[in-house]
């Protein structure tokens, strides 16, 4: 894994936690659910990466 597809993984993860908390502060639905949306699909990504790794 790259250390650049790391970065941009953990911080679209980052992201996620963050609009998730704000959506939970703000009763806002629609942004907790993208917030959680973010946070699986980098932890997708660092995840297939991984495995990208296990067979080069």
Not at 13 to 27: C, F, I, P, R
Not at 44 to 54: F, P
Request: no cysteine.
């Amino acid at each position: 894994m790259s250390g650049m597809d790391k970065l941009t993984n953990k911080a679209q993860e980052l992201s996620g936690k963050g609009k998730e908390a704000v959506g939970d502060a703000t009763d806002d639905r629609d942004l907790q659910a993208e917030g959680q949306k973010d946070q699986a699909a980098g932890n997708l990504k660092q995840a297939g990466e991984k495995v990208k790794d296990i067979f080069k």
